[in-house]
């Protein structure tokens, strides 16, 4: 009997990982690791006397013990290094509490606010984490500390969760929606429910129709851009500003609230110079496994913490 053909999950986005070739790991004094255990996401990133590494990229799944652990898995695969080198492990995001090779759990909004001062630079004031759940808006000092914050609601609405739903609905890869969104003669009113179940009847009349696609797709993006928008401006935006997490990819959603805000979001490249002229990857989703990798480095640097290591 043929084997039925698979159905295309058009939310599924491409999984990563990457080792820094310039590093030899067993000659580092300090090795520290962050993973962020988000709901849509999971990120593993690993620092050797505070340096970029090796991350792993995946996808989180309904277990967040095995996600974790997937994650790190992900990261060290192409390394000769085990899980018992490190020092000092420190979950973050959603499933924080459930990271097995952790020894302790900061919240999210630390974590990115941390990360993105190493990822942008110390003059960041704003970061914007579009994330899978929800979306935080985090004023920060130039050490990457929190000053205040700002969430929004638990509707999937206006998160990546949200955009991934929206692209299975309309069957277009989620990486595609972006570019596409401006592929248009005009932009369009927005859809206007902020829930995600409203919107989807929404999307689906629309469809039901005949509305283009790509009309379709920037009726969305303008829609997630406003409401994040909203979040904002209840918090108030500080130059420089950044946006960290997965809807930081989509320039559909990007460009429109940079728009409606009147600012634009800061260069997506590495602050460090020399990360950026030797090529390093640089991903927006990496920004709370950072953070949680820096704060292990510096709890270790401050004796408020001990190493872990086996070997």
């Given at each position: ?17 990457w ?37 792993g ?61 190493y ?44 955009m ?11 990486w ?72 930081a ?10 728009k ?52």
């Open positions: 009997m043929a084997e039925a053909p698979k159905t295309q999950e058009f939310w599924r986005w491409p999984e990563t990982n080792v820094n070739p310039d590093i030899d790991w067993k000659k580092g004094k300090l090795i520290t690791a962050g993973v962020d255990v988000g709901s849509v996401s999971t990120q593993a990133v690993i620092m050797v006397d505070g340096e970029f590494f090796a991350f990229n995946t996808r989180t799944g309904s277990d967040s013990p095995n996600s974790a652990i997937k994650g790190m898995g992900y990261a060290l695969e192409k390394t000769d290094m085990k899980i018992e080198n490190i020092d000092y492990c420190i979950g973050t995001g959603y499933g924080r509490v459930n990271v097995p090779m952790a020894q302790q759990s900061i919240t999210e909004i630390s974590c990115h606010a941390r990360g993105a001062n990822m942008f630079g110390p003059e960041v004031r704003t970061v914007m984490d579009m994330g899978g759940q929800d979306c935080k808006a985090i004023n920060v000092d130039d050490r990457g500390k929190v000053l205040n914050f700002m969430m929004n609601d638990k509707c999937a609405a206006g998160t990546g969760r949200g991934e739903v929206f692209a299975d609905l309309i069957h277009v890869p989620v595609e929606i972006g570019p596409r969104s401006f592929q248009i003669p005009k932009e369009p009113p927005m859809i206007s429910s902020t829930c995600v179940v409203f919107a989807k009847s929404e999307v689906v009349g629309l469809l039901e129709q005949s509305v283009p696609e790509n009309e379709i797709m920037a009726a969305y993006c303008s829609a997630m851009a406003h409401r994040i928008m909203e979040l904002l401006n209840r918090l108030g935006v500080k130059e420089k500003f950044v946006i960290t997490g997965g809807i990819k989509n320039e559909g959603v990007v460009k429109r609230l940079e409606e805000l009147g600012i634009k979001t800061a260069e997506r490249v590495w602050y460090k110079k020399e990360y950026i002229e030797r090529g390093y990857p640089f991903d927006t989703q990496l920004a709370g496994a950072i953070g949680a990798a820096i704060f292990g480095n510096a709890l270790l640097k401050m004796g408020k913490a001990r190493s872990a290591r086996k070997a």
